[in-house]
């Protein structure tokens, strides 16, 4: 697949003043978040229906690898069949249906623990116990169910609908072509995969994520680094998935001066931790500007944010990483993604942030699953060595985000406490929060609201 050109990623986006509202709903009912009978509707029409993340390719490396993926009270399970394909059937035995794997594990074919029904990793029935005792049997109308599987950028993307359109539509060929340009399939976990129950419904945190707005007063001490002035964001729309992105600098310097400016990068690890391998080379390049005294001075045309631009790139590219493909904006600039209905993604060059959430396998809309995963961008030998190891918090409030995230940690059930209320019918979203009634409005459509 041929990656986006330089300064290709503002192509096909709009500033927010340009995109058209007017068919967009900004009322939003909190019975969609809080009602049971709506998430059954969501169960049916969208979970049972769409393309979702079941995990990352590099977890089956090898033929005879499998996991099991679940949705509500639904359980499937990948495996990885010897011609190196990953397939996905429901995890149940045709015979009477008992579960066959749990967790995730390595084997030669798959058999069921009931009566032993042995499985293939292609599916096909290959045996069963005591042939005698079960009668003539058709094997091949005794194969597992087959469900969709595919993979894009190092994901793995599982669709229980047997006949759901292929992953490469419901993606479209801008969201595929302007991720591949970051080479996300190469990245690796580090430093954070951490799966947790929450007590909100997963369109809180969704939602979260899909605007900027909170950053006043859930994050105000990113305002030294993010630019929210009105107009500075840019969005794209590609079919029911969408990216906005807000420079990452301040053009208030009469507010921030260059010193300000640079201390607010200084302190960006304890927000985003992978930017401190870049800190030295910033540093080293932002001292070069400075007089004998100390004192700091940019030339024309050169300012804190393309410093920390030239950081990014020389030190990525010292490492083997090719950015060739991405613009200057992207060595700063975190896009924000989403995929529908459940993938959010913050990256720029080198590194993601991965949110994920999955309505609460107990049916409680009120509570809900997410899974936050950090990946950089490594060589190949040191993937393995620097790996996160995967995380399943039982304490809440136990586990240690950095501070961005455990500030939407803490805001998130507060909300949904909020949205409980029998007093409030919906809630209202601004212009800013345009992001948040796009979602709203796609999600209307699979449930035939629209």
Not at 261 to 277: D, K, S, Y
Request: charged residues 25%; hydrophobic residues 40%.
């Amino acid at each position: 697949m041929n990656t986006a050109a330089p300064a290709d990623w503002k192509t096909g986006t709009q500033a927010l003043g340009e995109i058209d509202v007017d068919r967009l709903s900004f009322s939003i009912s909190t019975a969609r978040y809080t009602a049971p009978e709506y998430q059954a509707r969501e169960r049916e029409r969208v979970w049972m229906k769409v393309w979702q993340i079941a995990g990352r390719v590099d977890e089956l490396p090898r033929p005879g690898d499998w996991k099991v993926h679940a949705i509500f009270d639904q359980s499937f399970v990948i495996v990885r069949g010897q011609d190196g394909k990953l397939r996905g059937f429901v995890n149940a035995c045709r015979h009477r249906g008992n579960m066959l794997c749990q967790g995730k594990g390595h084997a030669g074919r798959l058999t069921c623990p009931y009566h032993l029904w042995t499985y293939g990793l292609d599916g096909r029935l290959l045996a069963v116990a005591r042939p005698d005792l079960v009668g003539d049997i058709d094997k091949d109308a005794h194969r597992l169910a087959e469900v969709p599987v595919d993979c894009f950028a190092g994901f793995i993307f599982l669709n229980p609908d047997p006949e759901a359109a292929p992953l490469a539509d419901f993606l479209g060929e801008d969201v595929m072509r302007r991720l591949d340009a970051y080479r996300l399939g190469e990245m690796t976990p580090v430093g954070m995969d951490v799966c947790e129950s929450l007590e909100c419904n997963w369109k809180v945190v969704m939602d979260a994520f899909a605007e900027g707005y909170h950053i006043i007063g859930v994050h105000p001490e990113l305002l030294s680094v993010i630019d929210l002035a009105a107009g500075n964001s840019r969005h794209g729309f590609f079919g029911d998935h969408g990216m906005a992105c807000s420079p990452f600098e301040v053009s208030r310097t009469q507010d921030f001066g260059l010193e300000a400016q640079v201390e607010g990068i200084r302190n960006l690890p304890g927000t985003f931790p992978t930017v401190a391998e870049v800190l030295p080379r910033f540093e080293a390049l932002v001292d070069a500007n400075r007089d004998a005294a100390g004192g700091l001075a940019l030339p024309e045309g050169v300012t804190v944010r393309s410093l920390l631009q030239q950081a990014t790139r020389e030190t990525l590219s010292a490492k083997g990483l090719d950015t060739s493909a991405l613009t200057d904006d992207q060595m700063s600039d975190n896009q924000g993604w989403f995929l529908f209905p459940n993938f959010f993604m913050t990256i720029r060059a080198g590194e993601a942030t991965v949110i994920m959430a999955w309505p609460h396998p107990d049916g409680d809309p009120n509570r809900c699953i997410w899974r936050v995963t950090a990946y950089m961008w490594l060589p190949e030998p040191m993937r393995d060595q620097l790996r996160a190891d995967p995380v399943t918090v039982s304490e809440p409030g136990s586990y240690p985000y950095f501070l961005a995230l455990q500030q939407d940690y803490e805001q998130m059930p507060r909300q949904q406490a909020g949205l409980r209320n029998r007093g409030l019918s919906h809630m209202s979203i601004v212009k800013e929060e345009m992001s948040i009634a796009r979602f709203h409005a796609v999600l209307d459509r699979y449930l035939g609201e629209s």
